[in-house]
């Protein structure tokens, strides 16, 4: 899929979801969340898959949960298991991801990994198990757009 194109594959369905969802209308995928981006910022963003930022949950071997943010998941989780990623992760492999999550820019990212970090061990698996839940969280702590 190119940056021009939306989800439903015509510039209509796009339009038609912008006008519902405001600028940067979301589609929710499982527990990902698929955002359609005007041709317009293409140029600003760019058309390549690594252009989003993840939000990422991975279960370590000692059952011990870690939140993180990248834009390549696979290739970071490959790093935490070569033992050059987090300090906290280095020797409590093998990983498993629990769930990622796509967000639109790297603040909102990061916001959504504070929220995540601060909750327990209990709260991160009941919102894994529920993406309804992980999409309010997500929804709750994203940046308002600017007005003006």
Do not use: N
């Amino acid at each position: 899929m190119t940056c021009s194109q939306s989800p439903g594959g015509s510039e209509a369905s796009f339009a038609l979801a912008q006008s519902r969802a405001g600028r940067g209308a979301a589609w929710p995928v499982g527990m990902h969340e698929v955002v359609a981006v005007p041709a317009a910022e293409c140029s600003v963003i760019g058309t390549s898959p690594v252009a989003w930022w993840f939000l990422y949950v991975v279960e370590c071997a000692d059952g011990t949960l870690y939140t993180g943010i990248a834009r390549d998941v696979a290739a970071r989780l490959a790093t935490h298991e070569a033992g050059r990623g987090a300090r906290y992760t280095r020797g409590r492999g093998p990983l498993t991801l629990l769930g990622k999550r796509r967000c639109a820019t790297h603040g909102d990212a990061l916001r959504l990994e504070l929220a995540i970090k601060r909750l327990s061990r209990e709260e991160k698996r009941q919102l894994l198990a529920s993406p309804r839940r992980f999409a309010a969280l997500a929804r709750a702590t994203r940046r308002p757009p600017a007005s003006g």
